[in-house]
């Protein structure tokens, strides 16, 4: 359903459960960026207004779940760890050219929303099939099913603002160079790394 090209290989649920406090915070600063880029589509793009109120919809969802994430953070006996940078992030951002038009812009944005989503939901299924903290695994398990509506959303938009042959063959094209960069992840007790 998610079209991602690479699966994530199981083995990273080992990684993660080793350091339960690090995915912890690394998800918790993921539902913080993803409110802010909610936030960012809002500004650049406010004449869009099935955009401005789906995303107003999206900060208020993104920052219950950082509260949800802060909240298990807080239970455990822990404190919110320092932000890292998203090197999953960092690197797809790479994959479009720079310049064009706004509605080009608008269309990349939204694709890599779409992809994050899509990777955060293939993450969280794999975190509620095979962890051992039955509770977390419960907990990923819920959030996996808002990764998907928010994945199909932000596809939904791109298709709808553009040209849908060529948003189709763009998204296949961002599939394919994210399966590439994930060769080289999943060795990380991280969302995305």
């Not at 600063?29 to 809002?42: H, P, R, Y």
């Not at 919809?57 to 949800?68: D, G, N, Q, R, T």
């Not at 694709?111 to 293939?122: D, G, V």
């Not at 160079?177 to 992840?185: G, H, N, R, W």
Request: some cysteine; hydrophobic content about 40%; overall charge negative.
């Amino acid at each position: 359903m998610l079209g991602l090209k690479l699966p994530t290989d199981p083995r990273w649920v080992n990684i993660v459960e080793k350091n339960i406090e690090e995915i912890l915070t690394d998800h918790a600063f993921c539902e913080q960026k993803a409110a802010s880029m909610a936030i960012s589509l809002i500004v650049q793009f406010p004449e869009h207004t099935e955009l401005v109120q789906a995303m107003t919809a999206l900060v208020k969802e993104e920052i219950s779940h950082f509260k949800m994430v802060h909240d298990k953070i807080v239970e455990r006996g822990w404190a919110l760890g320092r932000e890292r940078k998203d090197e999953y992030v960092n690197k797809l951002m790479q994959f479009f050219p720079k310049g064009g038009s706004r509605t080009t812009h608008l269309i990349q944005k939204l694709l890599y929303a779409a992809l994050i989503e899509a990777r955060s939901c293939e993450r969280f299924r794999l975190l509620s099939e095979e962890l051992n903290d039955r509770e977390l695994a419960e907990f990923y398990r819920k959030l996996m099913v808002s990764e998907a509506n928010h994945y199909t959303m932000f596809l939904k938009f791109a298709r709808q603002y553009g040209d849908r042959e060529e948003v189709d063959r763009k998204w296949q094209e961002l599939l394919d160079y994210e399966a590439e960069i994930m060769k080289d992840l999943g060795t990380k007790e991280t969302i995305h790394g």
